[in-house]
């Protein structure tokens, strides 16, 4: 048996951190884009308008990269931190794949572009390159040691698993910025990540404070009640985000793995299914999903063949990321596939950011001794 903490990836509490092989080009939809430079505006519209620069009904992008939603032609649908869905040129962005390529050659320009230097240091981190991120956010801090280069550096530290350095970012970076929702709950997210659950709702709460329709806000309280297995207040701070950005597809799959958590299984299963249609090439969701369909107490549930085809998708995805690796075995074992399921858990142990993993290891164990996964 294992614990419900299994449905939820590293990716859920930070960027993501591993995307092993980019995706392929003929499509922008589920890739991750990076602004080309700073002033760059949203349309907040159903459809692209073309809105001139500096329009009054654009609004002015703030983070560095965002995820694609859907495309028209010359245009994309990103989605701000708030849940603000709109349109962007694609002249205005450039892809996760050639994000480095493009910003080096920025720095090459003019080597204190802090800008240039800040977005291809989370090029970097998306790419799982850390140390090549930490180096560029560096010298973004010495050019201009700011609330945002700290915040930023803070991901690099998180991302890399020391979480100490990312608790110190991220404190300088809302003592520079008097609290800012976002560093709030890049600080919560970080003592997620190393076990220290009150303090993660605590500063997810202080974000709130600061900004009391923050979709984040109240997703990243609903974790740490979710993994205190406080589950009636984590489904109320996950449907509370899903109210104020009804696509929040990760909110709905976390959601689901509270309803798990409190046995009510068709309820999970809906959520996940949600999830997946408000965004198919989101590899995290589709493995946590995966991860559900394939270890589900409740037979009545469990849907080896559906998890397998599914983790097969993602995996074609991002063929190195190991949260993906273990829904794969998972979904494997499920259909008595123990000798495939091994060889993905194998795999997926390389992965240096699992190692000293005992939850991973025993997944192995548990497979060699022919035994699927099972949430308890």
Known sequence: MFALSILLAPAFLALPDRPAEMKPKDTWVGKIVFIRHSGVELDPAPEPRGLPPNADEGVLLMANQYRVYSERTDYVQIKTREGMLGWVKKTELVPLEDAVAFFSKQIEANPEDYGALSRRASAWRFRGEFDAALKDMNEAIRLSADAAAYNNRGLVWHAKRDYERAIADFSRAIELSQGSALQFVNRANTWLASGELDRAAADATRALDVHPLYPEGYRVRGLA???????????????????LDAKHAEAHAERAAAWSG????????DDFNHALRLEPANVTVTASAVLWLASCPDAKYRDGQ??????????????????VLQALAAAHA???QFAEAERWQEQALQDPLLKGDKSARARLESYRNKRPLRLD
């Open 334 to 336: 499920e259909l008595g």
């Open 225 to 243: 009640h979710l993994r205190k297995k406080e589950f009636d207040k984590a489904i109320a701070d996950f449907t509370r985000a899903i109210e």
């Open 262 to 269: 409190k046995r009510d299984h068709a309820r999970a299963r």
């Open 306 to 323: 559906r998890a397998l085809d599914l983790a097969r998708t993602a995996q074609q995805r991002e063929r190195g990321n190991s949260f």
